[in-house]
């Protein structure tokens, strides 16, 4: 299974949060993060952060069906291109 760290993404949101003078919530975080991190793990890093000004390391599984997908497509148009190749050679 591949996986994403996403520490660095959420300590950037908890310094930017806490610029601004506004205390982390899971709405505040939750609207500014770029992946999809599971509630447990946010709760976590924002207890951490309270307490510590630390964000734990956090890893998040990649969805691979986006991958399949482009592998699927790119399969098709290889397919097409073969086929429109052999149609040019013969008309040679």
Do not use: C, Y
């Amino acid at each position: 299974m591949l996986t994403k760290e996403v520490t660095d993404e959420l300590n950037q949101i908890f310094q930017a949060l806490e610029s601004e003078g506004k205390e982390p919530t899971m709405a505040l975080v939750k609207a500014r993060l770029g992946s999809k991190v599971p509630m447990p793990a946010l709760i976590a890093a924002i207890k951490n952060w309270k307490s510590t000004k630390r964000v734990p390391k956090i890893e998040v599984a990649v969805n691979s069906e986006s991958s399949d997908s482009k592998i699927e497509a790119l399969e098709k148009t290889i397919i097409e291109l073969t086929h429109r190749i052999e149609a040019l050679e013969g008309k040679q």
